[in-house]
């Protein structure tokens, strides 16, 4: 706890000032009286842990100005323009989008190449990441500085070393990514490296549609396919930190052949090369391409529609097994799958319904992510931002 | 954190007594060294708290003779003979076993009432644990008195109102199970029904073979199959405590009928009626008919080892769709799946290796549970002895 007035002053100070920005990060702008309800600290203590914030050159005050209620209005507090950022970036199979974001979850400027489909190496994919470092810094504040880069990517990741265990739709295989990284951009900035399903439930979980939910799936569908899981409000990323790589669970053994080695898995059925086939479309998954099968579908093309309602029954019995053993609160589909719910929601929950088990199946809610294809990005953040919210003046 | 010596010097107090004794619970006997060491607490102020326990009748101390060490030999504190006791209850298709369980995790007495394979109203075996309540008190020592009693169910079970949603194999469907044994037992005995596979793993993450482990699965076969899952040190019950329910994930839609209404559920293909199907042995699945296949397989019956080695290839692939979602450092198979990783370890790693994914497959550990078929029972004592363990004066 915090309030403990007992010992090393300064550790909890500290720890204090790192307690008021993360509620500052959370919610991007916020009054001094709700900082002083949620951190159960005095309106005084609030005043000096603020200042020392601004003096760090992390938030700034306003006074707004007007409003009903009487007396005098309270300050709020939010992110300094000129203030330090993250740099985010998500590898997909077709692009490589970038982005500076800011305290509070802003994207202060984006960068996406576009990449041809197919594999690429990583260390095509890491001066890539060196480039976005030098292009976003021309394009944030002047003042304002890095704090690190968080890298999301569509594969099984060791969090701890930025390996890339295995991502079979970039057809990487024990990459050493994060050291790569490591190598190219400049030295003092630290590098963190993430599934890209992982950081999305991150994301919505600070501050999308999963911001009040303790047990929540997010299942991305790509090219690939993957959950981000959190349980008791904390990530499960199991033992190894591969956990949620639901999308090579095999639904049929003798099914098609997946780029995983395996046949049947649940991925060639949902995934964004299957919605395209099923629709009779030779062309490359692309976001264009994926978005005008929904739009066809939406139009009355029959052959667009059947082939999401097909990939809708597909879904629906892979979210009954997550329900299964997981009994969800939510279920977020991200990425295409968002797009099959918008279209074909009750043929999902049919297909729950059959293959899902007992009173979890009728409770589960099933939702797009609040932030759209934005969650990996923004998670992304978050791993370069831990530091500075655990501690902000020790990593000025 | 306790040592913090600055307010409700009582509830400090309460809350290192239930400590201690949670300690002794864990361990059975411990040392007051050991106490001093793992509580950061003064010796000083260990005796006190022992003193206090052994005066609240919950423990007891003896001086040990011999040893080989110089000094003085630590006090070794235990529960005491006439301490308080747990009747936990494990309410199977083919019997309920019932037994008192000490602080400590003893079994002190055991009853057990063989059911008829099908149907039985939950009424009836309500009534079976409240005999079994008046048997054991005969049974443990006379100054003894019962905490409370722990029920372990092989269904989904709400915990906060004790009603089982769905048990298949008992027919069971919104029984308000909880209810009907709080009208039978005597009023002064709290009752709490859980999982039977959330409840084993609980047991063995307490004093068993994943008592080191934060990321474990104990995947329970008996007539069904279902998973009691650690995550980050937590139980994973999710949203609405039906989380495990693996047993009714679909293999294969068009597989064999399962008792839930669906088809080609997992327990189809690894549960107890599968084994013995497969064995060609036309007999109700009971602890000896199942034995006498592992027996017979051993013994070189080439239907019986056929059968195991099938039940194994399907549970390897089983174990896979758990390891690829929740990466497990461990998962330990229980029940009937004991006996086929005794006899057919290397089927089921295969069918792990063919259908688990990237780096998660390979570190995986396989085994069986320590505490063998009691797991259940000693987890459903653990519902019983929780309020004691949290509060040792509160519930005197």
Redesign the interface.
């Known amino acids: 706890m915090t309030r ?1 007035g ?1 010992a090393r002053p300064d550790a909890i100070r500290r720890h204090n000032l790192g307690l008021l920005l993360t509620q500052v990060h959370r919610d991007g702008e916020i009054t001094r009286a709700q900082l002083t309800r949620r951190l159960h600290l005095s309106r005084s203590t609030i005043g000096a842990l603020v200042a020392d914030l601004t003096e760090l050159g992390l938030v700034d005050e306003r006074v707004p100005s007007g409003g009903k209620r009487a007396g005098r209005p309270s300050h709020v507090v939010g992110p300094r323009a000129d203030g330090p950022y993250a740099i985010a970036v998500d590898v997909d199979i077709t692009h490589v989008t970038s982005a500076a974001i800011g305290i509070g979850g802003e994207v202060l400027a984006r960068h996406v190449v576009a990449t041809a489909n197919g594999p690429r190496r990583p260390r095509q994919a890491a001066a890539l990441v060196d480039e976005a470092v030098r292009e976003l810094s021309k394009r944030v504040d002047p003042g304002a500085r890095p704090v690190g880069i968080g890298v999301s990517v569509p594969g ?1 990741v ?1 969090r701890r070393t930025g390996t890339v ?2 991502a079979p739709n970039l057809e990487w295989r024990h990459e050493a990514f994060g050291e790569m990284l490591a190598e190219v951009v400049p030295p003092e900035l630290p590098v963190y490296v993430g599934n890209d399903a992982d950081l999305a439930v991150l994301a919505e979980h600070l501050r999308g549609n999963a911001r009040d939910c ?2 929540v799936v997010y299942l991305m569908g790509r090219i690939g396919v993957g ?1 981000g ?1 959190i ?2 409000g ?1 990530p ?11 999308g ?3 639904v ?2 003798s099914g098609p052949q997946c780029h ?1 080695g ?1 046949r049947g898995c649940v991925e060639t059925y949902i995934g964004e090369n299957a919605l395209l086939a099923l629709a009779g479309r030779n062309v490359l998954p692309t976001q264009e391409s994926i978005a005008a099968v929904f739009a066809d579908a939406s139009a009355g093309d029959e052959a667009a529609a059947s082939a999401v309602r097909t990939v809708a029954d597909a879904l629906g ?1 892979t979210v ?3 329900v ?6 939510r279920v977020l589909l991200g990425g295409s799958l968002a797009g099959v719910l918008e279209f074909a929601r009750d043929e999902i929950v049919r297909s729950v319904d ?2 899902g ?4 199946r009728h ?2 809610q099933l939702c797009t992510p609040d932030l759209g294809d934005d969650s990996p990005l923004l998670g992304a953040a978050e791993l370069a931002f831990a530091d500075l919210l655990t501690d902000p003046v020790g990593t000025r």
Do not use: Q
């Not at 499960?236 to 639901?246: I, K, P, Y």
């Not at 299964?324 to 609160?329: A, D, I, M, R, T």
């Open positions: 403990v007992v099984t060791s265990e295995f303790d047990d959950a899981i349980v008791n904390r499960l990323r199991g033992h190894d930190g591969h956990a949620g790589e639901v090579h669970n095999v049929d053994a995983c395996k019995r009954a097994s997550l299964n053993v997981l009994n969800p609160e059959r293959f088990m007992g009173a979890s409770s589960v």
